[in-house]
């Protein structure tokens, strides 16, 4: 739901008391740490306290590597946040982003078979968050880094991979941009469209919609084809940060030498929207201009850029792909950030490379 005061409907007031009751009962939370070995008698506890704990330490202190052997580090993710950037609730802080990240971490458990910390720091400063994270290296066996806003959230993820040696993976950004980047190959397929020719308009310019595009370019999008719109319109080098040279850097990518300028200008005649912005931006008119066959990725949680069946009133022709679960084609990141940290950890790897991500895309492509 959207942090908003207007007055709930009674199907919102129902959902609302359940997810609470849920949330409290029977027990608090929805994670917790159990032990798997014996705990029954005196010499199990010798075994996994003193004296015996000594042993592995001893070893681990040898050889680093067997601490993969003798502790949960090779299984262990860390779900990180600041709370900065939560999913249709904004900067609601640390403590406040806890239910999102215990979530988040019963899915990896739920999925894959992973374990999660769930770490919420009450740190906003970038240097300091990477100092805060890159310390916890000996206890974590790979960093999802989660709802922390743009533009810090590129920074924070750049120095953490440069300094850690095990995966950080930013879901915001990279499950987002797999899993939508697979539903943008089976539609061009569906379509019988090339990926290399296809004009793509985009509504948003936050951590997501550039992790999107920087996928799809490297699967085939023309970058001269790509055109994208922030809060101030379309991304063009006749724009004032443009010229100044204070665009952000993730955006300068995607600056076009073009005569539009809002995003009905660049939707005309798209083979291709993604929307990773607002609720209700993309309207039907806009949808009525675009070439034949859209395919519409209309991403925003939870209310997305476009209804499908507004989208399918005017554009019959039109696929329409949502993160809503009570719509077909769901684009759901559920689909990626279990398994490519279960693929990571079950082969040792010590960062997550834009091939494993090409990979995953053609491989949930292939699968779906």
């Known amino acids: ?35 798997t070995k014996a705990l029954s008698n005196q010499r199990d506890l010798s075994l996994a306290y003193s004296p015996g704990v000594a042993y592995p330490c001893l070893d681990i202190e040898r050889d680093p590597a067997l601490a993969a052997e003798y502790t949960s580090r090779g299984n262990l993710v860390g779900v990180i946040t600041n709370g900065t950037a939560v999913l249709g609730l904004g900067d609601i802080g640390p403590l406040a982003a806890k239910p999102v990240m215990e979530g988040k971490g019963c899915l990896f458990k739920k999925f894959a078979g992973i374990d999660v910390f769930d770490i919420e720091l009450a740190e906003r400063d970038p240097d300091k968050l990477v100092e805060i994270i890159a310390a916890m290296e000996p206890t974590l066996g790979g960093v999802n880094l989660e709802d922390i806003k743009a533009p810090e959230c590129f920074y924070v993820e750049k120095k953490l991979r440069e300094r850690m040696n095990i995966p950080v993976f930013h879901d915001d950004q990279h499950g987002t941009a797999i899993i939508s980047s697979a539903a943008l190959l089976n539609g061009l397929e569906l379509v019988g469209k090339d990926i290399a020719t296809v004009k793509v308009a985009v509504s948003g310019a936050g951590a997501a919609a550039i992790a999107c595009l920087d996928v799809m370019v490297g699967l085939g999008v023309r970058r001269e084809n790509v055109f994208v719109c922030d809060s101030r319109g379309v991304i063009q080098s006749e724009r004032d ?78 696929i329409v792909a949502t993160g809503r679960s009570d719509y077909p084609n769901q684009v759901n990141n559920v689909l990626c950030f279990p398994y490519i940290f279960r693929g990571a950890l079950d082969c040792g790897a010590t960062k997550i490379t834009e091939g494993m991500k090409l990979a995953c895309v053609r491989e949930i492509a292939a699968l779906a």
């Open 241 to 318: 940060d443009a010229k100044s040279g204070k665009l952000d850097e993730s955006k300068q990518r995607y600056c076009q030498i073009t005569k539009a300028r809002t995003l009905a200008d660049v939707v005309d005649g798209a083979d291709v929207f993604l929307g990773c912005s607002a609720a209700g931006v993309l309207s039907a008119e806009m949808v009525k201009t675009m070439g034949t066959q859209p395919i519409i990725l209309a991403l925003a949680n939870p209310e997305p850029e476009i209804r499908p069946e507004l989208a399918k009133a005017v554009r019959p022709d039109s």
């Open 1 to 35: 739901m959207e942090k908003n005061n207007s007055p709930l409907s009674p199907a919102e007031a129902a959902l609302r008391d359940a997810a609470l009751d849920y949330h409290r009962s029977p027990t608090r939370g929805k994670i917790s740490v159990t032990p």
